[in-house]
C-alpha cells in the first residue's frame, strides 16, 4: 500500500514537466514546511484540472496577487511518489480554500485482476490564489506542447504525423 499526505493547508503548490517536449513527464508537487510530496500525472490530467479549477475560481470572489513564477517551479528532482489515478475538487467555503484530492491509480493485469490495488490519495488544501496560479501554470505547460493534428487530435510530431482518420494516406496540415 503507497503512502497517502494531508497537506493542509499547502506552503506551495504548483504543476511541471521534465523532458522535451513530446517526451515530457507531468508532476503535480506541493510542500508543507518540510514535507514534499511529488506525484506524476498526466497530460490531460493537469488539463482538465486547469480547466475545472479556472471554472471554481470563477464563481468565487477574486483573488489577490498570485505567487511569483519562480515559486511555480518544480522542486528538484521531482521523483514521483505515485501515478494519479483519479483527481477531485472541493471548496472549503468555512476556511475559504480549495482542496485537491489524488487518488492512486489502480493497476489491472491482462484478466483484469488489480495488480496493484494503490491505496495511495494525497489531500492538497491550498489558497484561491496559490489554485489561480496553479491554473494559470498548467494551462501555460499543456498548450506548450505539441500542436494537435486538426483531424485526430493526436499530437503532431515534427519528423511527421500518420494520421488515423486518413489510414496514412495524407499528411494533415495545420
Same mark, same amino acid.
Given at each position: 500500500?503507497?503512502?497517502?499526505?494531508?497537506?493542509?493547508?499547502?506552503?506551495?503548490?504548483?504543476?511541471?514537466?521534465?523532458?522535451?517536449?513530446?517526451?515530457?513527464?507531468?508532476?503535480?508537487?506541493?510542500?508543507?514546511?518540510?514535507?514534499?510530496?511529488?506525484?506524476?500525472?498526466?497530460?490531460?490530467?493537469?488539463?482538465?484540472?486547469?480547466?475545472?479549477?479556472?471554472?471554481?475560481?470563477?464563481?468565487?470572489?477574486?483573488?489577490?496577487?498570485?505567487?511569483?513564477?519562480?515559486?511555480?517551479?518544480?522542486?528538484?528532482?521531482?521523483?514521483?511518489?505515485?501515478?494519479?489515478?483519479?483527481?477531485?475538487?472541493?471548496?472549503?467555503?468555512?476556511?475559504?480554500?480549495?482542496?485537491?484530492?489524488?487518488?492512486?491509480?489502480?493497476?489491472?493485469?491482462?484478466? !483484469?485482476?488489480?495488480?496493484?490495488?494503490?491505496?495511495?490519495?494525497?489531500?492538497?488544501?491550498?489558497?484561491?490564489?496559490?489554485?489561480?496560479?496553479?491554473?494559470?501554470? !498548467?494551462?501555460?505547460?499543456?498548450?506548450?506542447?505539441?500542436?494537435?493534428?486538426?483531424?485526430?487530435?493526436?499530437?503532431?510530431?515534427?519528423?511527421?504525423?500518420?494520421?488515423?482518420?486518413?489510414?496514412?494516406?495524407?499528411?494533415?496540415?495545420?
Amino acid at each position: 500500500m503507497s503512502a497517502s499526505f494531508d497537506l493542509s493547508p499547502v506552503d506551495r503548490i504548483t504543476v511541471g514537466t521534465v523532458g522535451p517536449s513530446g517526451q515530457r513527464t507531468f508532476f503535480l508537487q506541493a510542500r508543507q514546511a518540510g514535507q514534499l510530496v511529488t506525484l506524476k500525472v498526466e497530460k490531460q490530467q493537469v488539463a482538465a484540472l486547469a480547466r475545472h479549477l479556472a471554472d471554481l475560481l470563477a464563481d468565487l470572489p477574486s483573488v489577490g496577487a498570485l505567487p511569483d513564477d519562480t515559486e511555480l517551479e518544480l522542486e528538484q528532482p521531482a521523483i514521483a511518489e505515485w501515478a494519479v489515478g483519479a483527481l477531485r475538487i472541493d471548496y472549503d467555503a468555512p476556511l475559504d480554500q480549495i482542496v485537491i484530492i489524488a487518488e492512486e491509480i489502480e493497476i489491472i493485469d491482462e484478466e !483484469g485482476e488489480p495488480v496493484d490495488e494503490g491505496g495511495g490519495m494525497a489531500r492538497l488544501t491550498a489558497s484561491r490564489e496559490q489554485i489561480a496560479a496553479l491554473a494559470i501554470r !498548467g494551462t501555460t505547460l499543456v498548450e506548450a506542447g505539441r500542436p494537435p493534428c486538426p483531424l485526430c487530435g493526436y499530437p503532431l510530431d515534427p519528423a511527421g504525423h500518420s494520421c488515423p482518420r486518413t489510414n496514412g494516406h495524407r499528411a494533415p496540415t495545420l
